[in-house]
């Protein structure tokens, strides 16, 4: 829901950079436009409409005393409650009048009882004071950039470039990308001096006093371990699916044939009664190995839902990465975000503004096959060598994996939680040799993200905090959330619901793995759940083994896209600043072709990604 911007300092204002901010990410609330000028501060934003649609919901948007201001992106999913539970009057019925007069009545205290995805800048006139807020897990994103003591705030990066051509190309970040394939680990972008509010953080500057403050008021701290609780983990469920459901539009849902789409599909199924009128989609590719429409049509028929598929093809990868990565900004994710993009674009029409979609499972609940050599050397501080070696011995079977291969996975996953680059399946996707700068660097950027673990109790514990707030899901998030807007489309996640990140996340180490399985805990709660709907019975799609490769990215770079994409990264266009050593570059990339043992191609889409990125600032 929507786009904002603002600027605010002690320098003059010019109107015309609001609306030239505005008019960048106008794509992200296409409903309505609206400013606010004032000697201290002038904020922007473009709405979508999506609670009370009349012009009663624009923005910026005062208070009944007009001491304060906000212009807000996100949902705040329990409004209607804090509105009753702290007698507050509307004028409309949107969620974010209720925001408003809630800081109103309660100032900052308020954001440790909204429940949604957020960021806003309210503005409280009369002390002077701009406070800028982001959500618990970052799911809607806010940027901004300082210039002397003036701040440019815009949920966009191209709200800063829009009026700042002279910004460069963030090459620390760069470097840091390719050697560990980390980006939106900090607040630093790749882009100078653009930065973003962390996750769970607010920031409040004193426009009179020009002193500024970060505080975090959301974290994953040290708390004792819960007790497991089917009831509720049940509650936290059915009341994210409740809350997350509603809308005065229409609503759609992306799927998969995973277990977390199952279980969206499930809940929404349980509680409305049936589909009714939530508009349901998949995208799929017709290569054999990576088809699952087969699938879909089975859940189709098994639930008794209607399901549209959208094919994506290699030439649908030619013909709008250039496109797309322009919506992202930054370097984004593999295929499955140029997917993404497309599948929401031919699927959705005006009528339908919210999206769900199951992300986080895996990040929540230890999903990643990395991590499990961090869960061995646990139960190996504890000296327990015969559960370790039954857990060894299981997981080489749910995995099909000999002990040699077994050995050098471990090897490699260990060295990626000291250094990162590796990807989910736990193959390398990284190569130094064909980098032309200091990587001693890189070991410091890492070392800061390592500072950051060191509270947490066991080695499971770090690595599954690192991936929800410094490596998988921030950057997942970022692209779901720029494939979305893309198009006007608001994306929920009901699954990253906090109060269900909390309950896995404080969970004992062996509730993430258990007998080899990853996300045991995860794994049981659902079964639990679907036994308690009844919805057991010949159910075959929740005891599904994950597929950790289920896009043909690698096959159709050695492929389909090899001329494309050689092509693109051997132009005199790719400038990474010497980054890249050119003539290691093409050898690598012909061995990459024809190489049958090279499985990892996330190295190559990197490549691609910069090539975009220095490619677009240049020009």
């Known amino acids: 829901m929507c786009g904002l911007a603002s600027i605010f300092g002690p320098d003059k204002k010019e109107p015309k950079n609001i609306k030239d901010m505005i008019s960048s990410i106008s794509h992200r609330g296409p409903d309505h436009e609206g400013f606010l000028y004032d000697e201290n501060i002038i904020m922007g934003s473009c709405r979508l409409s999506i609670f009370d649609l009349s012009s009663r919901g624009n923005m910026p948007m005062k208070d009944k005393s007009g001491r304060y201001f906000i212009i807000y992106n996100g949902e705040i999913y329990n409004f209607q409650e804090l509105k009753e539970k702290y007698k507050i009057s509307t004028f409309s019925n949107s969620d974010t009048e209720v925001l408003l007069e809630l800081f ?277 501080k504890k000296i327990n060598l015969k559960k370790t070696h039954l857990e060894i011995q299981s997981f080489l079977k749910e995995e099909n994996m000999n002990f040699y291969e077994f050995f050098k996975f471990f090897l490699n996953s260990f060295k990626s939680y000291l250094g990162g680059g590796i990807s989910a399946d736990g193959t390398v996707s990284s190569n130094d040799d064909l980098f032309n700068f200091d990587k001693s660097l890189n070991k410091k950027i890492y070392k800061k993200i390592l500072e950051n673990l060191n509270d947490k109790k066991t080695l499971l514990k770090k690595i599954i905090y690192r991936d929800l707030f410094f490596c998988k899901l921030p950057r997942i998030l970022r692209s779901c959330d720029r494939a979305s807007m893309a198009h006007g489309k608001e994306l929920r996640v009901p699954i990253l619901d906090h109060n269900i990140v909390e309950y896995f996340y404080y969970q004992k180490n062996d509730r993430f793995i258990k007998n080899g399985v990853l996300r045991h805990g995860y794994r049981e709660v659902y079964f639990k759940l679907f036994e308690d709907l009844n919805l057991l019975k010949n159910n075959k799609f929740m005891r599904r083994k994950k597929k950790y490769v289920s896009d043909p990215q690698t096959k159709w770079l050695k492929t389909k896209l090899f001329d494309w994409m050689y092509e693109k990264l051997m132009s005199s266009n790719f400038n990474s600043s010497g980054f890249v050593n050119k003539n290691r570059l093409k050898s690598f990339l012909l061995n990459f072709r024809k190489n049958e043992s090279v499985v990892n191609s996330n190295l190559v889409w990197q490549l691609l990604n910069l090539e975009k990125l220095y490619s677009r600032k240049n020009n």
């Open 104 to 380: 109103v009545k309660t100032g900052e205290k308020i954001f440790n009882e909204i429940n949604g995805i957020y960021a806003f800048i309210l503005f409280d006139k009369n002390k002077g004071k701009v406070y800028c807020v982001r959500d618990r897990l970052g799911i809607k994103p806010l940027y901004y950039y300082k210039k002397n003591n003036n701040y440019f705030f815009s949920s966009e990066i191209k709200g800063i470039l829009k009026i700042f051509n002279e910004i460069t190309i963030n090459e620390k970040i760069v470097k840091f990308y390719l050697q560990s394939t980390y980006y939106d680990f900090s607040e630093e972008t790749f882009f100078q001096d653009i930065n973003q509010v962390s996750q769970g953080t607010y920031h409040v500057y004193d426009l009179k006093t020009k002193v500024s403050k970060k505080i975090k008021y959301w974290d994953l701290n040290n708390k004792k371990d819960y007790n497991e609780d089917f009831n509720l983990i049940k509650k936290y469920f059915f009341n994210s699916f409740s809350l997350q459901q509603k809308s005065d539009t229409k609503i759609g849902l992306n799927i998969s044939s995973g277990i977390d789409s199952n279980l969206m599909i499930s809940f929404l199924n349980h509680i409305n009664k049936g589909q009714k009128n939530i508009f349901a989609n998949s995208y799929y590719f017709k290569d054999k190995e990576f088809n699952h429409s087969d699938e879909i049509y089975e859940m189709s028929k098994y639930y008794n839902w209607k399901i549209n598929l959208c094919e994506i093809t290699h030439d649908d990868v030619i013909k709008n990465f250039d496109n797309i990565s322009y919506f992202q900004d930054e370097p984004m994710p593999g295929l499955v975000t140029v997917a993404k993009h497309l599948l929401i674009k031919k699927s959705y029409n005006n009528d339908c503004k919210v999206i769900l979609e199951g992300q986080g499972g895996d990040d929540i609940a230890g999903g990643y096959k990395y991590i499990f050599p961090l869960f061995i050397l646990d139960n190996l």
